[in-house]
């Protein structure tokens, strides 16, 4: 089994995770690299507001009063 180092992650993997590069031969990079670069650039998608999570947040935040700006480890 032939064997091939990606240039994105450094593995050495079977030449069967490299896409095809036409008459080149195999990509440099594998699969694995190629997906997450692609999942990189796509932007994610909007979060709907929730009215309901958005009053339990805000409830949960200030059940202790506002926050103290100073450090933890001065308290212990």
């Known amino acids: 089994m032939d064997t091939k180092r990606c240039t994105?992650?450094?593995?050495?993997?079977p030449l069967e995770s490299f896409?095809?590069?036409?008459?080149?031969?195999?990509?440099?990079?594998?699969?694995?690299c190629t997906n997450d670069a692609r999942r990189l650039r796509t932007p994610l998608p909007a979060i709907k507001r929730d009215p309901a999570l958005i009053r339990i947040n805000n409830t949960?935040?200030?059940?202790h009063g506002p926050v103290s700006r100073t450090p933890l480890r001065i308290a212990a």
């Open 8 to 13: 994105g992650c450094s593995r050495c993997l």
């Open 60 to 63: 949960f935040n200030l059940w």
């Open 19 to 32: 896409p095809n590069a036409g008459k080149r031969g195999k990509e440099p990079t594998c699969f694995m």
